[in-house]
């Protein structure tokens, strides 16, 4: 009875070996995969700040260059004001003209 015991109970010691190998394989597998998403997650982090600076960087130009035009269109405007401001007005200049 002993002879006939003794190949199943090598097969289920193999059976359980290979399990346990074949866990630790998965697990190794598991660890690696998730290793290479944290990697991957980081260089996304990563991407998105640097975009995130592009981004920022852009917009602080376009407001600078909206705010030097605010500042250029208000100089002309005033300028214009002024240029209005110290003609004579046309009735008076028609005056002047006839009272000469």
Known sequence: MNTTNTPNLLA???????????????????KN?????????????????LYGEQVSATLNATNSIASSARVAKAKTQGDLLLALLSKKPLDAEEDYAQAA
């Open 12 to 30: 289920q010691e193999l059976s359980a070996e290979e399990l346990k190998l074949q866990n630790d394989e998965e697990t190794r597998n598991y």
């Open 33 to 49: 995969k998730k290793e290479e998403l944290n990697i991957k997650d980081r260089f996304d982090v990563w991407d998105t700040h």
